[in-house]
């Protein structure tokens, strides 16, 4: 049996701005999924769920950029982080019907993958949880938030917390954990409705309107009067230049996106100019991917169903229907429009 | 008795350029340093040595810059580190004709001081060591120099370790320390003169002049075939942003100076535009100040004094005479003229 399985590929490359429907296609290919055409120690998926992150446009380039990851090939399969049902298995370990998770699933409807890159499976689903929540708080932006704020971050009770994008998939977890820890939390987000997201829902102390307050000095000032102890940076260039002005002595900045630089070309990037404050306030700055931190998963897992099972954290979905969907998912991160975690809700 | 005592002190603050005899005057103060005019608790003494650091120019601006330390005051005497001779003394703890090392000696030729702020007596010398050593490789340069290296710089036997601002102070001994640990240590100097100094006497295993290699990005190529795993930052701006276009993953950079960027006021500073590269690489950078370190001073004295009394770590002092000669001294850390660390023989 075949399905006709539409699939996301890398058309042309996008060396600056959002990728467009000109490098992102849209194809149908037919895929035989059962029988044996399906080989040994693999399985045939029916995608149900599957992740939008701001990394993936860093490999749209055509060129290891600013995260290092490996770009897509002209012609290669978008991939991401997926949850999908198994229809067919040729792995004793996996029956069909099972829900499994995976780091490589395509950007489609269906695929036959080995088995071995199922990183595990969905049986019983603790309260309060559902399938998406695989993706947001279990997933790489959830796993990201944690790394940075409890592994590198090191917040104390008292700590004044920025966080930008803080209405995104990161930030927004992010924010929740540094309030858990005792600290005041402050987020940048893109839009005012974001403001009232993250103080009702998210209960962060506050947060600004970085198209509104354009002067992020000025802002800064006004939110940090005792400076800033972590922030989480999600965006890079004016923002991050701004801070290395708040911070105050031994702060640390946790570097996980950019955001703000990925539609730009590496020679028109922002400029930061205060990095010099970081020798008398002994900063310390630091980059980091989650797969060096995969062996912490399972504290974190841990952690973070006992906050979802008492109702201590909660997220913020923003679903997208149908595959056909992956451009504006993709675009959306982009544009200030987003909230929460961008997913795509294939079937 | 009262001495004519010559003191330099801020007659005018040097927001950009280096300081000149507009910002810097000699002036000369009759200091009382004997009898009941030496208040109880305080002592008075002969200066001998003084230790000249690129960090004072950041006290010269009249606001407090990225090393966040205090401005000298206008009027104020410039102070340092120093070692001089008690020839009065109304502490019983201090005897006339001990030789002491201070934190807070004042750029002159006598002072009387509060007996607290004598750091330590230098009574017994260890075998190779002179009082010079005490402001060099046991001062604020080789406290620094170990404090990057060892403490935040985490050298593994291998690593690929490149220091700017080689044949200063600080590089000189950096880079010995990083041989030590079995590491491939690069420098980069202001002359082909320091090039020879570095490879021939401190051991380095190769360096670049980056007045004729102005191609940063192009040397770093050539001389970290493999990547660089820790830079030791002394100079900031170009080459720091150079630098992040070659580091390896999980690359260290202590922040130990920004020498560079000392004359320029802070809207002119260089723009840093690779910062995005510490994300994938998971760069870690840190700036820091010896002070926070001084609980680990003991074991840092301990472990100098084995290499010096093994031959194993050597210095060169730029020695300047007589306390007319700190404007030269103060300048020719700015203008890659200066070999080693630079030091004024008052008396």
Redesign the interface.
């Known amino acids: 049996m075949s399905v006709d399985n539409r699939e996301w590929y890398m058309a042309a490359y996008a060396s600056q701005g959002v990728p467009t429907s000109e490098h992102l296609k849209l194809r149908t290919v037919s895929l035989p999924v059962a029988g044996d055409s399906i080989p040994e120690g693999h399985v045939a998926v029916e995608i149900l769920w599957l992740s939008v992150d701001p990394y993936q446009r860093t490999r749209m380039t055509g060129y290891?950029?600013?995260?290092?990851?490996t770009p897509f090939d002209l012609g290669q399969v978008i991939s991401t982080v997926g949850i999908g049902r198994i229809i067919e298995s040729k792995d004793s370990k996996y029956k069909k019907g099972e829900i499994v998770l995976g780091f490589g699933f395509p950007v489609g409807e269906f695929c036959v993958i080995p088995s071995a890159t199922i990183t595990s499976t969905i049986d019983q689903m603790p309260q309060n949880i559902t399938l998406p929540h695989y993706l947001s708080c279990f997933g790489v932006a959830g796993f990201a938030a944690w790394v940075a704020i409890e592994v590198i971050g090191e917040p104390k009770a008292g700590s004044n917390v920025f966080i930008s994008a803080a209405a995104g998939g990161v930030g927004m977890v992010a924010g929740q954990l540094a309030r858990l820890k005792g600290c005041r939390v402050i987020g940048s987000v893109g839009s005012d409705e974001k403001i009232k997201l993250l103080k009702d829902e998210f209960g962060y102390d506050d947060a600004f309107n970085y198209h509104k307050e354009t002067d992020f000095d000025a802002a800064l000032t006004k939110y940090f009067p005792n400076g800033i102890d972590l922030y989480l940076d999600n965006v890079?260039g004016k923002m991050?230049d701004a801070v290395l002005k708040h911070v105050n002595r031994h702060a640390r900045i946790p570097?996980?996106?950019?955001i703000s630089?990925y539609n730009k070309v590496?020679?028109e990037?922002?400029?930061?100019?205060?990095?010099?404050?970081?020798?008398?306030?002994?900063?310390?700055?630091?980059?980091?991917?989650i797969s060096?931190y995969f062996n912490r998963f399972p504290d974190f897992v841990k952690e973070m169903e006992g906050y979802l099972s008492q109702g201590k954290i909660s997220f913020k979905h923003n679903i997208f229907n149908g595959i056909g969907s992956f451009l504006d998912a993709l675009g959306s991160m982009f544009s200030s429009s987003n909230f929460g975690k961008v997913i795509i809700k294939v079937q």
Request: net charge neutral.
């Open positions: 290891r950029d600013g995260l290092d990851m890079g991050l570097l996980c996106g950019m630089q590496s020679t990037r922002d400029s930061i100019k205060n990095l010099f404050n970081m020798i008398g306030k002994e900063v310390r700055m630091e980059g980091f991917m060096t």
